[in-house]
């Protein structure tokens, strides 16, 4: 069994979440940011995560990602490190998959370290599809959900946060996880999560 304690967090309702629900069309929304609803989530869950001593907050650089991150952890009491990487973007198959150059991320973010980031960090090779962007190939995105894995066994930390998306965390964990759901995994049932946060 794993010694380090993993906590995945699904970021709030994003605005591409909010008019895909209501219409089961891609609105077109290049890298959404939380709505107004997603805001009052992230508010809400804040508290049930403060008692857990998070060493380290794993975020993805999509915006909804950043600003659940911020909303969760700017006053934690533990104050954990907080990581922005790359590996665990959500896969890109719609609009609000697609980022937005790390120049852009660190400006509107400027408390979030992004300078390791390649200007371009998501998926924008081969041609464009006919909404307009890249779709990701499944064999890539399945290596990714493997290598964040590994990557996670290799941290040191004991207790770590990590802030991403649903597909992603479903691929990871088993489990389709709403909008702000908390849950805990075990690196070594990797189909299965262990318990709720």
């Given at each position: 069994?794993?010694?380090?304690?993993?906590?995945?967090?699904?970021?709030?309702e994003?605005?591409?979440?909010?008019?895909?629900?209501?219409?089961?069309?891609?609105?077109?929304?290049?890298?959404?940011?939380?709505?107004?609803?997603?805001?009052?989530?992230?508010?809400?869950?804040?508290?049930?995560?403060?008692?857990?001593?998070?060493?380290?907050?794993?975020?993805s650089?999509?915006?909804?990602?950043?600003?659940?991150?911020?909303?969760?952890?700017?006053?934690?009491p533990?104050k954990?490190?907080?990581?922005?990487?790359?590996?665990?973007?959500?896969?890109?198959?719609?609009?609000?998959?697609?980022?937005?150059?790390?120049?852009?991320l660190?400006?509107?973010?400027?408390d979030?370290?992004v300078?390791?980031?390649?200007?371009?960090?998501?998926?924008?090779?081969?041609?464009?599809?006919?909404?307009?962007?890249?779709?990701?190939?499944r064999?890539?995105?399945?290596?990714?959900?493997?290598?964040?894995?590994?990557?996670?066994?290799?941290?040191p930390?004991?207790t770590?946060?990590?802030?991403?998306?649903?597909?992603?965390?479903?691929?990871?964990?088993?489990?389709?996880?709403e909008?702000?759901?908390?849950?805990?995994?075990?690196?070594d049932?990797?189909?299965?999560?262990?318990?709720?946060?």
């Amino acid at each position: 069994m794993s010694t380090t304690r993993i906590v995945c967090i699904r970021h709030g309702e994003s605005t591409f979440n909010a008019v895909h629900q209501a219409t089961g069309r891609d609105p077109g929304h290049i890298d959404a940011p939380l709505s107004e609803r997603g805001r009052r989530q992230v508010a809400a869950a804040r508290g049930s995560l403060r008692d857990i001593p998070f060493e380290l907050v794993v975020t993805s650089p999509l915006t909804r990602a950043l600003q659940t991150t911020a909303g969760l952890f700017a006053d934690h009491p533990a104050k954990p490190q907080v990581l922005v990487e790359v590996l665990h973007r959500e896969c890109q198959e719609s609009s609000c998959d697609v980022g937005r150059a790390a120049s852009l991320l660190a400006r509107e973010f400027p408390d979030f370290r992004v300078d390791h980031l390649p200007e371009t960090w998501w998926y924008a090779e081969g041609e464009v599809g006919p909404e307009g962007w890249h779709v990701e190939p499944r064999p890539l995105f399945e290596a990714r959900v493997e290598g964040f894995r590994d990557f996670l066994r290799a941290r040191p930390e004991r207790t770590i946060a990590v802030v991403g998306h649903c597909t992603f965390f479903y691929h990871l964990t088993g489990r389709w996880l709403e909008n702000c759901e908390a849950l805990e995994i075990d690196l070594d049932s990797p189909s299965r999560a262990s318990a709720r946060a």
